[in-house]
């Protein structure tokens, strides 16, 4: 099996060095490709994937995760793509663990924790390992044979935000969502920035505003308001 690695990036240049360094030193690096797209950073993000010469940096036309993604996927050459965010680090018996579980489903991701050891936060993490809709999220990751995300028309670019769960929203009708039974971890960032319980109502009433139907812009436009966001 072989993958390709897609990360969105906007203003990552405080994280993304760490993803690439494990990407580019795990043992089953000859099995996959890493394609960042950038949404028009304006630190120094560029110049830090730049040096790391065997990733391929492609500036996406359009500052939109779900744009971003899409367009990587079509530049992307393997038959499983494997959706990445830059602040996350992976276990690293990913490309293991992705074959196996493409024996059981078509997609799926991890569990997550978060880097900051929290009692609140492990509430949160302990959550992701069920399969309900309210626990999944980019930042779990997702792969995904190349033949359902063409099915599904890739993401929908409408959302500007939320494209992870319109994905799986779409995805679940035709497919089982498979968890793999181990942790990706997730930076803590924004809870650090604002607080628990405010990053959680703001969540909350995000997923409400997208199960409502309400306009992803107006959905973006809150959720940077409420948690003081530059970029989102």
Not at 10 to 37: F, G, R, S
Not at 65 to 76: E, I, K, L, T, V
Not at 207 to 215: D, S
């Amino acid at each position: 099996m072989n993958l390709s690695i897609i990360i969105p990036t906007l203003n990552e240049q405080q994280n993304i060095a760490q993803l690439l360094k494990q990407l580019t030193n795990n043992k089953n690096a000859d099995h996959y490709e890493v394609i960042v797209v950038d949404g028009g950073s304006t630190d120094s993000t560029l110049e830090t994937i730049r040096q790391f010469p065997t990733v391929i940096l492609l500036k996406s036309p359009t500052c939109s995760r779900a744009a971003q993604m899409n367009f990587g996927a079509s530049r992307a050459k393997h038959d499983v793509l494997y959706f990445v965010h830059a602040d996350l680090v992976l276990p690293d018996s990913f490309c293991d663990d992705i074959q196996e579980a493409l024996c059981k489903s078509y997609y799926g991701g991890y569990r997550y924790r978060f880097d900051s050891g929290t009692s609140l936060l492990s509430i949160n993490s302990f959550f992701t390992r069920f399969p309900m809709m309210w626990c999944r999220g980019g930042d779990q990751t997702l792969f995904i044979t190349r033949s359902l995300f063409e099915k599904l028309n890739g993401f929908d670019e409408y959302y500007c935000v939320m494209e992870d769960f319109d994905l799986l929203r779409r995805a679940k009708e035709i497919a089982k969502y498979h968890i793999i039974q181990k942790d990706v971890i997730v930076s803590a960032r924004k809870y650090a920035a604002n607080g628990y319980l405010k990053v959680q109502l703001a969540n909350l009433r995000a997923f409400r505003m997208f199960n409502r139907g309400e306009n992803p812009q107006k959905i973006r436009s809150y959720y940077k308001l409420a948690l003081g966001l530059k970029d989102y």
